[in-house]
């Protein structure tokens, strides 16, 4: 069957070096900030994938033009409220959450009629959390039940705002900023910790903004209209994408692995963070500092003796989209797991939570669930030999992945569905998959 895979497990222990993929988030984020900087900026190692592609397209229709060159991405800056926006252009950010949401603070300053639309997974996620902070700034937007398609009807004088981010979300966090920046005055966000690349960027780029770190909660200052300069920017691997194979290396026996120029920001490495706590053997190595951003190596080893974890609630955010893989670490490792509040993970390009205990009880482990918290427990001898198949994830590409891992350390025969996917975030997946000796047909 087209865009199916057939998987089995993995049986001879691996030592390898691997690169993954660039960074997803710092990828969209490079293309959006370029396009408001003045003058020409180069992006090295951006990611190739969907997402990115949307991006480099949606920028385009609004009149920032770029060169593919051979080793980078060369995008001309058309400075802030410098978008040639066109009446009634149709900006559509494919499968991407993060580009939907940024891209619409960007623009909140349009004189004219835009609208913004996606595929079908995004376009049943919700956007009432971007659009009342827009609305204060006094962008107007019209949407049926706060979903895609989005019809925006032209801003006035857009006015700063006061606004509490509570769901530790930095794509809201992210279009409230970009929003900001086209806005006279200081708009001040006190927004939950979540992924802050777009601050570390602005700070290297010197724009005027403030944070204020407190325990839970960052307090940013964000002063509107100042035009920055063009940059140039390496884009690092995505810890989100290396997460799939450090649970795999973990899984698997005997085996060794070393994840090259990964981004360890801290506000990312909430899974290192777990499965340190579940006992795993993973060092970083060669750690260095990157325009504010922390970069390393990551290596892993095998590890038997996996424990359970009763998963600090403040992490969740930092471990946004590694859940899946925690889930399935969980249920290797001795005891009972316990996961709380993880309202966000159900946010996603597929219903995350819902999906992971689908699959978790396919697999024959017990859950508990209670509202946005489960328990697993975990069954370190878990080993599979039935015939499985994976369907009707909505084509979420970390679901894909997961299983994929799922297939390759528990055993079991698999057939697993729209492996196209992977294009979204991770298009080498199941390439470097292969080189650590999957057979897949
Ligand atoms: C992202 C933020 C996260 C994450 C997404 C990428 C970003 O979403 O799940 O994959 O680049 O800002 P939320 O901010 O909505 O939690």
């Excluded at 705002?161 to 200081?186: D, H, L, M, R, W």
């Excluded at 360890?264 to 060669?286: C, D, E, T, V």
Aim: aromatic content about 8%; proline content about 2%; glycine content about 6%.
């Amino acid at each position: 069957m087209k865009n199916q895979i057939e998987i089995q497990k993995i049986i001879k222990p691996f030592k390898k070096q691997i690169i993954v993929s660039s960074d997803k988030s710092l990828s969209i984020r490079c293309i959006l900030l370029s396009s408001i900087a003045i003058g020409r900026s180069k992006i090295f190692n951006l990611l190739k994938s969907d997402d990115v592609n949307n991006a480099l397209m949606a920028v385009k229709k609004i009149g920032v033009s770029y060169k593919k060159k051979k080793n980078y991405l060369e995008i001309n800056g058309v400075g802030i409220n410098g978008f040639k926006i066109k009446k009634n252009t149709v900006l559509n950010a494919g499968n991407s959450g993060t580009l939907a949401r940024c891209i619409i603070g960007l623009c909140s300053a349009s004189k004219s009629n835009f609208k913004l639309i996606g595929d079908k997974s995004l376009s049943k996620r919700d956007f009432s959390r971007v659009i009342k902070p827009l609305n204060l700034f006094g962008v107007n937007i019209k949407s049926r039940n706060d979903m895609l398609p989005l019809e925006f009807k032209g801003s006035n004088l857009l006015r700063p705002i006061n606004y509490t981010e509570n769901k530790g979300s930095a794509q809201i966090k992210t279009c409230i900023i970009f929003s900001a920046i086209n806005t006279p005055g200081v708009t001040k966000i006190n927004a939950k910790k979540s992924r802050n690349h777009t601050e570390l960027l602005l700070k290297y780029l010197k724009y005027p903004i403030k944070i204020k770190k407190n325990k839970t909660y960052d307090l940013i200052e964000v002063k509107g209209l100042r035009q920055f300069k063009s940059f140039d920017y390496t884009v690092p691997g995505d810890i989100s994408s290396a997460s799939f194979f450090i649970i795999l290396t973990l899984l698997s026996k005997n085996s060794t692995l070393l994840i090259k120029n990964i981004n360890i920001n801290q506000s990312r490495i909430g899974i290192l963070k777990i499965l340190n706590i579940m006992n795993a053997n993973i060092k970083i190595l060669n750690k260095r500092k990157y325009r504010g951003e922390d970069i390393g190596d990551i290596k892993i080893k095998s590890t038997k003796n996996l424990k359970s974890i009763n998963c600090p609630e403040k992490l969740n955010s930092s471990a946004i989209d590694e859940f899946l893989l925690i889930f399935l670490i969980a249920s290797k490792s001795k005891g009972i797991s316990t996961f709380k509040n993880l309202y966000e993970l159900n946010k996603k390009e597929s219903p995350r939570l819902d999906i992971a205990i689908k699959f978790l009880k396919m697999v024959g482990i017990k859950v508990i669930r209670k509202n946005c918290d489960i328990k697993i427990f975990g069954n370190p001898s878990l080993k599979l030999k039935n015939k499985y198949q994976m369907k009707n994830f909505m084509k979420d590409h970390r679901v894909f992945m997961m299983t994929v891992i799922a297939a390759l350390t528990l055993g079991g025969k698999w057939k697993i569905n729209d492996k196209d996917s992977i294009k979204t975030s991770f298009p080498k997946f199941l390439k470097i998959s292969k080189k650590l000796g999957a057979k897949i047909n």
